[in-house]
């Protein structure tokens, strides 16, 4: 009786001991490891702050408030511990890769599936979990791999496991999710990992790992899906918020519109992209580089329509003004007298890719509060095509490397190439995955990837020979173990 | 008086006694000992060494008085518990009295205390003769003097003499002043009382008058200064604002708020950096206050105690008769001190230039055409209001007494929105039902309202913060009369006009209703055995109401109202028994008490919230959009045993020892129960045989203790971690969101208490007299097992989407805290002037001596840096960063020096490349500076001269320092918002401030010694002057006691700090890491107040 009166339980929720035992919990179990996805330094905007902002695609030398100065010292190579979005990058995998870990330890103790698939579930957070880690091991390198419930004792004395060890790590979750999850899901559910998301990642993990003839492999096991590209003309439309889900979507973090504080973005699932909006004063981080000599319009072939889905060249080109139901030429200042200055003085283009083609969602106010909705594509299947073209050159497999190229540059209403040599033929792959996948985050990795860093200084930026980003000054406070080289 | 009731003593206890040939003075410490009789005499009018006989069986106080003091000098009055001892010359003086004719002059008046209270049997005499007499019950008097002219001589014991001149009024009113130091104090303590003289612990008790002399809406607030070892800091200066109260040190890295318990009733409290935890309480109505400050008195209170105890009980009805009091007064408050800012056209060239600096385009076309522009500081201040009314009615009989009291007080917040109110009810009674029974009860009803603005500690800010930031280029109004918006145009940023913040989007005062109730029943099973019982019970609610509006102003858009409305309630209940035995014979004396104690809490919220597209709702209907509801409940239990042993040897060797037995549901299945022990003693040296009767020292008493108490003030159940449901996933294009939940922390079924061990030694003495009184003392506290939230790897998934750092309860680490007290009070009167003066001071050594297996905890994260650090052998909190080395005044000193930033240029702040690695990185970074003062002061004068009295209230603090975060963002160039009003640094004019470049390439704004100042301060926090109306003039009118007094509270600070205000106190949730940072403070208000105080 003594003992009773002073045990309490906390009512407010299931805890460690009780949560995961039906099946509907299982799936929201699930559902949480997804959740990271949108956060800051992931797909919210991290993707393209990691992968565009440090590169040659991008020109950033203004930045204010908390986020401004952390862009810009991404943009500058002056790379911190302390920067909050290497911060973000570092919590928000290892939050996902410990939601997954919970899921897998505790899937075998759940009483009974009936209306969902334990395989399935657990092929979901096997993608995610290597996701997770491939951002890692590429803002990283040499990372922890925890695979486990850590108690706190142990969480503070990991020791950081090689580049190659993640890399293998990755691998191996992405093989078993390919054998575990469905090739597609219901209308209502397409979000989710499927069969082509493990199959297109791990075409790309592959090329990381020199493993040429797995990922051509990989990514032929995707063209079995049923994936096709999506035609010229809904091209733009991929990255708008006109087009998701599309014939070309393997894998893309679905952000939803929705009332509320855009902040809060572990709460609402929307990106934080509306730092781009032209009309938001404040913002105004990452344009398309135009800098000194450097004109990223330069890399462009005429008549390639990746150039206007991508870039948006004030006083050049036009958009489609739903306010007035007329294309108009932009910044259309007559509509809308606040565009940034710089804009309108034609000092810096504006990106295409995320904006949403509403121009009233460009401003502070509703756009503001809605935030930016259209998805963030993580694997598309012109990805997967560029993955097996770059696997298929390095192989010197080039007539098959060329017809795959040439699948993306007729798209982009380009003529094909053919008879290249083995280098030549790199280099336009190198060139045309660029486009391709311009600000969609593959920059950086892609120059590392292919010891092309040199690049980054030859378009003007300070680039000081990083290769890695330091692990978060905070962490090697709490564990000294992952500051040693 | 009209209202007097006839009334003797209102407590009786019988008396056995045997003693033989023993002195006066033994005897009456007999008595003392073996009841609650309490002797108080003048050494001069009393024979003390006179020897004497006395056998008492169950004998009444007055036979035994009567067989002491039979054929002396010496008579006796028994009031309630106190016996008082005069000299009793007169009766046979009046009788002497031959020549009647003489005498021409009848003089008649009254002599009573400050309060009005009359002074039965207090001494007149005609100076320079034997004529003299005594006042009655009602401390009525007449006598005939030699002629108009004469000269009267008024003492009472306990009392200052007091002369006073007849000048031909033939009624005298006198009032008489109390002489505290002749006076043994009778102490609060743990679950009972005890004589100053006879305790063995640290515990200061502080005179409520002192305390009542300041308006000032929560008692806590009048603490500053007051009380050696007591640390009190305004967290916000705000209406009603939280304070933080530190007894001997800082305590650990978590809330170090003292125990308080009232009325016996110890009040939960959460801690709260906008509002005080003693708000439900009325100063006014606060009897006395106790700080145990050591472990040694504080142990009784066992897993709770371990940043002591504050012991407040509200008043009860005494001294014999009904009285009438009321108290009335009215201040003015206005803006001590306010924000230095730039005007509109030095900001507009600031901004200019900055944008300039770093290749942009200036966004001002003419930045001289904007003037002064607008100070909006002086738009959201405001000269405020501050009443506050009183009336209680006491008094009491043989049978029992009673207190009633009404309080309302309204404080209207200098910055425009804020303000809080109270009003409060106390209703407290004792009744004796027979000789063995006694009952009574405390019950307090209060419903306040606070507007708190808060502080801006964190990044973003309130109104102040919105205020000092905003553009001043900006109007208030529009052409049109309207609240001027802002501009979607550069610079701007969408910031809403402050004063259309303040006017129109204040939220309404949540409405906060208290209820504590106690009843108990006493019981002598034998004389010397008591038992009692107590039902206690507190209820707290508070409804929130939250109304939003839809506007449109510039940048700034609502287009939904949200309607929100929270209920808060929480209610406590305790149940106590207690056995308390006294025993004595000659030479020893016992005084034992055991308890048992449980108690139960429990809280719950309910939350809901609705949004429409049109104003106008009051109600939440399901109708809403997005209509969300929330409910949590919490609940703690506490089970507690206790003992206490007094044991006193010949009132000369004293010794105390404390058990307490806790177990609480706040911790670890692992970890429920704690042992909780102390033991002191005590010297009265003075009682010695060779100690010299009649020299300079009165009283000398040495005293030493050594105890443990725990700390068990953390969450409810910390111990276990939830599943939470608010990591929500949508898979499907049309927006379908799915429940996501995951367990978000990790399990501690370890955590336990916080241990502080604790030794000290001290030395009380009386000099002059008793006119001067000394206490010094030594301290030691050693904190173990301390409640650390330990930083997290991320690895383990703990961490916050925004970032920060996850962390987890663990029993990590040491700290000490110690130091020297010495308080001093010196009384004396010169003529008619009486003067009092007071200063206490307590030095403050606090080392971190381990702290996990880290040994360093990082804190404070503001502004993308972490500004605080705390590491073993530092002080708690430093504060962290790089050591700025002055400003790069050219290129060749940027070149020669580190390599700092990119972009670092001339007019950048040079920082120390301490590892000499000739880059400036993180790991230059180190300690900036400490909150922990080295010492801490109070003093006041009190000064009464005729029928004036004046006095004087201060308190210093010495050799901390304050983290200046609000220069930090006021010159931060990467932000477009109005800065502190400074010229940046250019080749032609070097000063002493970073140059001005909107993107800041050397970081100028990070975490530096440069926005580190010295916090020492010195405040003179109040000075008042009253007028008593003299006793024949307030008659007249129908009053007892007038006093009307005028005082100015806060007139002056010396400090060298260049904020606004030095003394910032505590930030968030009063956790000790993020002290003395200074982000926005609410400034302090200089309060002009008149009041009077009235006694029927």
Same mark, same amino acid.
């Given at each position: 009786c003594q003992e009773d009166f002073v045990e309490k339980v906390d009512k407010n929720g299931l805890n460690s001991d009780s949560f995961m035992r039906f099946e509907l919990q299982a799936r929201e179990a699930v559902t949480s490891v997804y959740d990271p996805l949108v956060h800051y330094g992931l797909y919210s905007w991290g993707f393209m702050i990691f992968g565009d902002a440090p590169t040659d695609n991008i020109e950033n030398d203004w930045g204010d408030g908390n986020w401004g100065p952390s862009i810009v010292n991404i943009h500058n190579f002056n790379w911190q511990g302390s920067n909050t979005f290497v911060v973000r990058r570092w919590n928000s995998c290892y939050k996902g890769i410990a939601r997954a870990n919970f899921v897998l330890e505790n899937l075998g103790k759940v009483e009974d599936f009936d209306e969902f698939s334990p395989e399935q579930f657990r092929g979901e957070v096997l993608f995610l979990r290597a996701l997770y880690y491939y951002n890692l091991v590429t803002a990283f390198g040499d990372v922890p791999i925890v695979t486990s419930i850590l108690s706190p004792a142990e969480s503070n004395n990991v020791s950081k496991s090689s580049e190659i060890e993640v890399w293998n790590q990755i691998e191996a979750d992405l093989v078993e999710a390919a054998s575990l999850l469905p090739s597609s899901y219901g209308t209502d559910e397409q979000g989710r990992a499927t069969r082509g998301a493990a199959y297109g990642m791990l075409s790309r993990v592959r090329l990381f790992t020199g493993d040429y003839a797995g990922a051509e492999s990989a990514a032929n096991s995707v063209d079995g899906l049923g994936y096709s590209l999506v035609s010229a003309e809904d091209y733009v439309k991929m990255f708008d918020g006109r087009l998701e889900f599309g014939s070309e979507s393997i894998f893309e973090v679905n952000l939803v519109t929705e009332f509320g504080n855009v902040w809060n973005a572990h709460n609402t699932e929307r990106s934080a992209l509306m730092h781009l909006f032209p009309r938001l004063t404040w913002g105004n981080y990452m344009h398309p580089r135009r800098k000194g000599s450097y004109d990223i319009l330069d890399i462009f072939e005429d008549g390639d329509i990746r150039r206007e889905a991508s870039i948006l060249v004030p006083y050049v080109d036009q958009l489609f003004s739903p306010t007035l139901g007329e294309m108009r030429t932009f910044p259309d200042v007559e509509t809308h007298g606040d565009f940034r200055p710089n804009i309108v003085n034609d000092e810096v283009y504006q990106m295409r890719k995320f904006i949403s083609n509403d121009d009233n969602l460009w401003g502070g106010g509703a756009g503001f509060r809605e935030g930016v909705a259209i998805n963030i594509p993580v694997v598309r299947y012109a990805e997967v095509i560029l993955?097996?073209?770059?696997?298929?050159?390095?192989?010197?497999?080039?007539?098959? @490397?060329?017809?795959?190229?040439?699948?993306?540059?007729?798209?982009?209403?380009?003529?094909?190439?053919?008879?290249?040599?083995?280098?030549?033929?790199?280099?336009?792959?190198?060139? =045309?995955?660029?486009?391709?996948?311009m600000f969609e985050g593959h920059r950086w990795t892609d120059l590392k990837r292919w010891g092309d860093l040199s690049k980054i200084s030859d378009a003007g930026l300070s680039y000081g020979g990083q290769e890695y980003y330091p692990i978060p000054s905070n962490e090697g406070n709490i564990n000294p173990n992952l500051m040693e080289n | 008086s009209i209202f007097s009731m006839l009334a003797k003593s209102g407590y009786s206890q019988s008396i056995t006694l045997d003693v033989k040939n023993e002195t006066v003075a033994k005897i009456i410490d007999k008595i003392e000992a073996t009841t609650e009789y309490r002797f108080v005499y003048n050494t001069r009018f009393v024979d003390l060494k006179r020897k004497t006989t006395l056998k008492a069986e169950r004998t009444s106080i007055e036979d035994v008085l009567h067989s002491l003091f039979n054929n002396t000098n010496t008579t006796y009055k028994v009031n309630d518990r106190q016996v008082i001892l005069k000299e009793g010359k007169k009766a046979s003086i009046i009788s002497e009295a031959p020549i009647i004719e003489i005498q021409k002059f009848e003089v008649k008046g009254t002599v009573t205390d400050a309060n009005g209270q009359p002074l039965p049997g207090a001494n007149i005499l005609e100076k320079g003769t034997s004529n003299g007499t005594q006042t009655d019950f009602d401390g009525n008097f007449s006598l005939s003097v030699e002629n108009e002219n004469a000269t009267l001589v008024v003492s009472y014991l306990g009392y200052t003499t007091s002369e006073v001149v007849v000048n031909g009024q033939s009624t005298l009113s006198v009032v008489l002043q109390e002489d505290a130091a002749s006076l043994d104090e009778v102490i609060l303590v743990g679950y009972g009382s005890q004589l100053k003289s006879e305790l063995t612990g640290a515990v200061s008790s502080v005179n409520t008058e002192e305390l009542t002399k300041a308006t000032s809406a929560t008692v806590d607030n009048a603490l500053v200064g007051k009380v050696a070892g007591v640390q009190v800091s305004t967290n916000s200066a705000g209406p009603g604002g939280g304070m933080s109260v530190r007894i001997r040190g800082v305590g650990g890295v978590n809330n170090s708020e003292p125990l308080y318990v009232v009325d016996g009733i110890p009040i939960s409290v959460g801690p709260n950096e906008n509002s005080s935890p003693l708000s439900s309480i009325n100063p006014k109505d606060i009897e006395s206050i106790s700080v145990l400050k050591d472990a040694a008195s504080a142990a009784i209170y066992g897993a709770r105690a371990a940043?002591?105890?504050?012991?407040?009980?509200?008043?009860?009805?005494?001294?014999?008769?009904?009285? %009438?009091?009321?108290? @009335?007064?009215?201040?003015?408050?206005?803006?001590?001190?306010?924000?230095?800012?730039?005007?509109?056209?030095?900001?507009?060239?600031?901004?200019?230039?900055? @944008?300039?600096?770093?290749?942009?385009? @200036?966004?001002?076309?003419?930045?001289?055409? #904007?003037?002064?522009?607008?100070?909006?500081?002086?738009?959201?201040?405001?000269?405020?209001?501050?009443?506050?009314?009183?009336?209680?009615?006491?008094?009491?009989?043989?049978?029992?007494?009673?207190?009633?009291?009404?309080?309302?007080?309204?404080?209207?917040?200098?910055? %425009?929105?804020?303000?809080?109110?109270?009003?409060?009810?106390?209703?407290?009674? =004792?009744?004796?039902?027979? =000789?063995?029974?006694?009952?009574?009860?405390?019950?307090?009803?209060?419903?306040?309202?606070?507007?708190?603005?808060?502080?801006?500690?964190a990044q973003n800010g309130n109104t102040i913060f919105d205020a000092a930031q905003h553009y001043p280029t900006l109007p208030v109004y529009d052409g049109n009369g309207d609240y001027a918006p802002t501009p979607n145009e550069a610079p701007y940023k969408a910031r809403v006009n402050p004063l259309f913040d303040v006017e129109q989007l204040t939220p309404q005062a949540p409405e906060v209703r208290n209820l504590r109730g106690t009843v108990y029943l006493e019981y002598d099973i034998l004389p010397s055995l008591t038992f009692k019982t107590s039902g206690s019970y507190t209820y707290g609610n508070t409804l929130r109401t939250e109304v939003g509006r839809i506007y449109e102003l510039g940048l700034a858009i609502s287009d939904m109202q949200t309607l929100l409305k929270e209920q808060r309630t929480g209610s406590t209940w305790l149940i106590e028994n207690t056995l308390n035995y006294k025993w004595n014979n000659e030479d020893h004396n016992f005084d034992a008490i055991v308890g048992q104690s449980a108690q139960e809490s429990e809280f719950e919220n309910l939350r809901a919230s609705g949004s429409y597209s049109l104003e106008g709702n009051e109600l939440i209907t399901t109708d809403a959009q997005f209509l969300d509801l929330a409910n949590r409940f919490d609940d703690n239990s506490l089970m507690s045993y206790f003992g206490r042993l007094n044991y006193g040897y010949k009132g000369k060797y004293l010794i105390t020892a404390n058990l307490r037995f806790d177990a609480s549901s706040r911790f670890g299945a692992n970890n429920k129960w704690g042992t909780f022990p102390s033991v002191s003693a005590g010297w009265n040296i003075h009682k010695e045989d060779f100690f010299p009767e009649e020299g300079v020292v009165n009283s000398l008493k040495l005293r030493g203790g050594w105890g443990q108490?725990?700390?068990?003030?953390?969450?409810?159940?910390?111990?276990?971690?939830?599943?939470?449901?608010? #990591?929500?996933?949508?898979?499907?294009?049309?927006?379908t969101r799915f429940v996501g939940t995951a367990i978000d922390g990790v399990p501690n079924p370890d955590l336990k208490w916080e241990t502080v061990t604790q030794y000290g030694v001290g030395i009380d003495a009386e000099l002059f007299s008793n006119r001067l009184t000394l206490t010094a003392e030594y301290y030691n506290k050693k904190q173990t097992d301390m409640l650390v939230n330990v930083p997290q790897s991320a690895v383990t998934g703990l961490s916050g989407s925004n970032g920060a750092q996850g962390v987890l309860r663990q029993n990590i680490g040491e700290l000490t805290n110690s130091g020297l007290e010495f308080s001093a009070s010196y009384r004396n009167q010169i003529g008619d002037l009486t003067y009092s003066v007071g200063a206490n001071i307590t030095t403050i050594n606090n080392k971190v001596t381990e702290l996990g297996p880290n040994g360093e905890l990082f804190s404070f994260f503001f502004s993308n840096f972490t500004r605080v650090r705390t590491y073993e052998g530092g002080e708690l909190g430093e504060f962290y960063g790089w050591e700025e080395d002055g400003i790069f005044q050219n290129q060749g000193e940027v070149d020669a020096h580190a390599t700092q930033n990119a972009g670092t240029a001339p007019g950048d702040i040079r920082f120390k490349d301490l590892n000499n690695d000739g880059v400036i990185d993180d790991a230059d970074r180190t300690s900036i500076g400490s909150p922990v003062p080295d010492f801490t002061y109070g003093f006041n004068i009190n000064l009464e001269y005729k029928d004036f009295d004046f006095s004087v209230q201060a308190n210093g603090v010495q050799g901390n320092d304050v983290y200046n975060l609000t220069k930090s963002t006021m010159l931060d160039n990467t932000s477009p918002e109005n800065k502190g009003n400074f010229v940046p640094w250019t080749a032609s004019n070097p000063t002493n401030y970073p140059r001005a470049i909107q993107t800041d390439p050397n970081e100028n704004r990070r975490s530096s010694s440069y926005y580190v100042e010295d916090g020492s301060y010195m405040r003179i926090r109040l000075i008042q002057l009253g007028y008593t109306l003299p006793s024949n003039v307030s008659e007249k009118v129908g009053v007892s006691n007038l006093r009307l007094y005028t005082s100015v509270q806060n007139p002056f600070t010396f400090t060298s700090y260049s904020g606004v205000d030095p003394e910032v106190g505590v930030a968030g949730n009063n956790n000790n890491l993020s002290s003395g940072l200074d982000h926005f403070v609410y400034p302090i208000a200089r309060i002009f107040t008149f009041g009077v105080n009235i006694s029927l």
């Open positions: 993955n097996k073209a770059e696997a298929l050159v390095e192989q010197n497999k080039l007539p098959e @490397a060329e017809a795959a190229l040439n699948l993306i540059r007729v798209r982009a209403e380009l003529p094909a190439v053919s008879g290249l040599s083995q280098s030549a033929l790199r280099q336009q792959i190198k060139d =045309d995955r660029r486009i391709e996948l | 940043n002591g105890v504050v012991l407040i009980n509200t008043k009860r009805g005494k001294g014999g008769r009904s009285t %009438i009091n009321i108290n @009335a007064s009215q201040g003015f408050q206005s803006l001590a001190n306010s924000y230095d800012l730039m005007d509109a056209s030095t900001y507009a060239q600031f901004i200019n230039d900055a @944008a300039v600096n770093a290749g942009n385009t @200036a966004p001002f076309t003419n930045p001289s055409s #904007f003037g002064k522009g607008t100070e909006w500081m002086e738009v959201v201040t405001q000269t405020a209001s501050v009443s506050d009314l009183n009336a209680s009615f006491s008094g009491s009989n043989d049978n029992g007494n009673y207190f009633l009291s009404l309080g309302y007080f309204d404080q209207e917040g200098i910055v %425009i929105g804020s303000s809080f109110k109270r009003l409060s009810l106390v209703a407290n009674g =004792d009744l004796r039902l027979s =000789d063995k029974f006694r009952v009574g009860s405390s019950i307090s009803v209060s419903r306040s309202k606070q507007i708190a603005t808060g502080n801006p500690r108490v725990g700390n068990d003030n953390i969450g409810n159940y910390e111990f276990s971690t939830n599943a939470l449901s608010n #990591f929500p996933y949508s898979f499907s294009p049309n927006g």
